[in-house]
């Protein structure tokens, strides 16, 4: 069966500092992965999607960059985190062929 | 803690004929209820959101969510389909108040509509 992981599940980190969000998909290949950011007041927002090793869109321009180094990871990173960046950062896939979406658990950063 | 539970995986129904997608939640707290829906190879839509004000919510496309307290419910309907709201919809629930509450998702109801 397939399975999503995304971790951490919370972080606290300060102004300036680096970030890093790993998303990993078990028992599936190629699938399309993505890149979700909940902020105050709104809903879910696009952020980057995959849908291959090293292809990226950037759906908003941003602090944030993307990454897919294998088949089945997705990260997330910052150079220097700002204020701005706190919200709820939530990882998806899904197969190509299919409009079913899987998502992880979240990771909820807090930027001091 | 908090949960979501949408009862169909799956919900079939005619062009024309009314649209009722389940869901029952869970919170500890006063949660902020929302209804999402993915259409094929697109990022998630938010369809209608409850933060606390009036108990039946109207969203986009004809769609609207009644939150009943007493039954943990908030279930989504729409009086008449069309071939356009074939996708899959989740409801996510959330503790309110500030920018990085933990948002938790159904596992998402996929909607099919005949002609």
């Known amino acids: 069966s397939q399975t999503i992981h995304q971790w951490p599940a919370t972080l606290v980190q300060p102004v300036g500092s680096p970030l890093s969000l790993e998303c990993t998909v078990e028992?599936?290949?190629?699938?399309?992965l993505y890149w979700y950011r909940q902020a105050a007041g709104r809903g879910l927002q696009l952020l980057f999607y995959s849908v291959g090793i090293g292809q990226i869109s950037s759906e908003v321009p941003q602090n944030l960059s993307a990454s897919r180094p294998q088949d089945r990871q997705f990260i997330l990173s910052s150079k220097k985190l700002l204020l701005s960046d706190s919200g709820f950062y939530l990882c998806?896939?899904?197969?190509?062929?299919?409009?079913?979406?899987?998502f992880g658990s979240g990771t909820r950063l807090t930027v001091v | 803690a908090q949960s979501v539970t949408q009862l169909d995986s799956h919900v079939s129904v005619s062009e024309g004929t009314p649209v009722l997608l389940r869901c029952n939640y869970s919170?500890?707290?006063?949660?902020?209820l929302f209804w999402y829906v993915q259409h094929p190879n697109k990022g998630l839509q938010l369809l209608l959101k409850y933060t606390s004000a009036a108990t039946l919510v109207k969203g986009i496309n004809g769609f609207e969510a009644e939150f009943k307290k007493s039954e943990t419910s908030f279930h989504l309907t729409k009086p008449s389909a069309h071939m356009s709201d074939a996708a899959e919809y989740f409801c996510?629930?959330?503790?309110?108040?500030?920018?990085?509450?933990?948002?938790?998702f159904g596992k998402g109801t996929l909607l099919t509509v005949n002609p």
């Open positions: 919170s500890s707290y006063s949660p902020s």
């Open positions: 028992g599936t290949s190629n699938p399309n």
């Open positions: 998806a896939w899904s197969q190509v062929t299919r409009s079913r979406y899987t």
């Open positions: 996510v629930v959330s503790l309110s108040g500030g920018s990085n509450y933990k948002l938790t």
